[in-house]
T-cell receptor, first 115, second 113 residues
C-alpha cells in the first residue's frame, strides 16, 4: 500500500516567492497533519484536519501560511510570501481517527530552502 | 500541557553494545498514548511503537524493547546488540486528548563499527 505522498521532495526558492507543498494521505485515513521540523524548534504541529475540516491551526506561524484540504485525498500548505526563516523540513502525516489516539504515519517530507 | 523530555541529545556506542534511550513525559490526560519514531539519515519518520497508558506491559520486537513505567512517567527504548543501521535520530512522542503529537527533541544515536 502506498504511504503518505508529499511533493516536491526538495524546494529551493527566493525570498518573497510563493511556495506550495502538497500531500496525499493514506487512502482511508480521515485525519491529516502538517508538521514543521527545524533545528531550533524540533518537530512542531502547524495544522490538522479531520474529515477535510481544519480543527486546530494554532501552530500556523502567521498569515503568510495557509493550508487547505479540498478533498479526502489532497492537501496543500502554502507560504506567501516566503522568508528565509521558513526554511525547514515540512512533514505531512495521516491517520484514521476512531476515538483514540491512533498512530500517525508520516510522509517523506519536503525540504524547503528559502534564499 | 504535554511535554516530552529526551535528555540524551547524542549517544555513541560500538556495534553489538546494548543502548537505552530515555524518555520522560508530563501530561494532564488520564488516557494517552506514547510513541517512538525513528528518523534515519534519509530523513523520513518511521513509526516504531505505540503504547496505551493503561498497558504497562513491556514490549519486545526483535532487538527492540520498550519499558513503560507510569509511576516515573517514563517510556524508555532499548536496542540490544546494536548495529550500524540503527544509527538515526529517535523521537519519543505523546498523544492524548488533543489529536496532535507532542515530540521530544530527539536522541541522535550513532553506532560505530
Amino acid at each position: 500500500d502506498a504511504g503518505v505522498i508529499q511533493s516536491p521532495r526538495h524546494e529551493v526558492t527566493e525570498m518573497g516567492q510563493e511556495v506550495t507543498l502538497r500531500c496525499k494521505p493514506i487512502s482511508g485515513h480521515n485525519s491529516l497533519f502538517w508538521y514543521r521540523q527545524t533545528m531550533m524548534r524540533g518537530l512542531e504541529l502547524l495544522i490538522y484536519f479531520n474529515n477535510n475540516v481544519p480543527i486546530d491551526d494554532s501552530g500556523m506561524p502567521e498569515d503568510r501560511f495557509s493550508a487547505k484540504m479540498p478533498n479526502a485525498s489532497f492537501s496543500t500548505l502554502k507560504i506567501q510570501p516566503s522568508e528565509p526563516r521558513d526554511s525547514a523540513v515540512y512533514f505531512c502525516a495521516s491517520t484514521q481517527t476512531s476515538g483514540g489516539q491512533e498512530t500517525q504515519y508520516f510522509g517523506p517530507g519536503t525540504r524547503l530552502l528559502v534564499l | 500541557a504535554q511535554k516530552v523530555t529526551q535528555a540524551q541529545t547524542e549517544i555513541s556506542v560500538v556495534e553489538k553494545e546494548d543502548v537505552t534511550l530515555d524518555c520522560v513525559y508530563e501530561t494532564r490526560d488520564t488516557t494517552y498514548y506514547l510513541f517512538w519514531y525513528k528518523q534515519p539519515p534519509s530523513g523520513e519518520l518511521v513509526f516504531l511503537i505505540r503504547r496505551n497508558s493503561f498497558d504497562e506491559q513491556n514490549e519486545i520486537s526483535g532487538r527492540y524493547s520498550w519499558n513503560f513505567q507510569k509511576s516515573t512517567s517514563s517510556f524508555n527504548f532499548t536496542i540490544t546488540a546494536s548495529q550500524v543501521v540503527d544509527s538515526a535520530v529517535y523521537f519519543c512522542a505523546h498523544g492524548g486528548s488533543a489529536r496532535q503529537l507532542t515530540f521530544g527533541s530527539g536522541t541522535q544515536l550513532t553506532v560505530l563499527p
